[in-house]
């Protein structure tokens, strides 16, 4: 089973996105799913996380801008991004943990999301 990521984009700086994060099959035990981006250069941050139960946790640049979204039906994960600014230009990823087999956790091949000034 394999995540994809999809929705990037090139978007002028205030625009906005919408990522999607959809898995190709079945996986059991999903617990939070959440966005992280890598820049060119830089590590792999967490953008926003939520739970199971609907909990979000946002890392501060993205507070206020961001909204984290989950279809537990359709296993799918959703990033609103608002208000983007040019150091949100990254790589973004999902990922999804599971409380099986010792917490497995599966990630997304990531989709390019580009913010000109």
């Known amino acids: 089973v394999q995540l994809q990521a999809f929705g990037g984009g090139l978007v002028q700086a205030g625009g906005s996105l919408r990522l999607s994060c959809a898995a190709s099959g079945i996986i059991l035990g999903i617990n939070t799913m959440g966005w992280y981006r890598q820049a060119p250069g830089k590590q792999r941050e967490q953008v926003a996380v939520i739970t199971s139960g609907g909990i979000t946790t946002y890392a501060d640049s993205a507070k206020g801008r961001f909204t984290i979204s989950r279809d537990n039906i359709k296993n799918m994960v959703f990033l609103q991004m608002d208000s983007l600014k040019p150091e949100d230009t990254a790589v973004y990823y999902c990922?999804?943990?599971?409380?099986?087999?010792?917490?497995?956790?599966?990630w997304g091949k990531g989709t390019l999301v580009t913010v000109s000034s």
């Open positions: 990922k999804f943990n599971t409380n099986v087999r010792g917490g497995m956790a599966y």
